[in-house]
């Protein structure tokens, strides 16, 4: 078993604290719930977490296939809608832009793709449907 431990501190109005291991960083709702700009929400978290467990399962799996990867970076969108009366995030999108080496690392970086979706810890943990459209070509340098 592992486990993960967070702490949140109120600090003023709509704003607070988070911690986690050595990080700190403030965190706000966001504007549309009267809260502040450029700070972390939670909403942002959330679906940060999904593009960044993509992002890290790709990166073992494809190093355990031996894909040649050059370059990897991805967008994420998360909507939120009301369902049943509850505000509930209904999908996230992420949108990974990867290029490899050559040929031979098109369908090692395809399976690695697939293998990160089927494996990501926090997607699988959550109830939100995660789609993966994952754009994956050749070096073209």
Known sequence: MHKYETKV????????EFFA??????CS????????????????????SA????LLTFLTMAEKTGVD???YESEAEGLLEKVDGKLKFTKIIIRPKL???G??????AKEAMGRA????????????????????????V
């Open 51 to 54: 593009e960044m467990c993509i």
């Open 103 to 108: 040929e031979e690392d098109l369908g090692k």
């Open 9 to 16: 501190i109120w600090s003023e109005g709509r704003l607070g």
């Open 21 to 26: 291991n050595e990080i700190r960083m403030k």
């Open 29 to 48: 709702p966001p504007p549309n719930f009267r809260g502040y700009d450029s700070i972390m929400t939670p909403e942002h978290a959330f679906v940060g």
């Open 117 to 140: 979706e089927r494996y990501a810890l926090v997607t699988n943990s959550m109830i939100t449907e995660v789609i993966v459209e994952a754009d994956i070509g050749i070096n073209d």
């Open 69 to 71: 990867l050059i370059s």
């Open 99 to 101: 290029k490899v080496k």
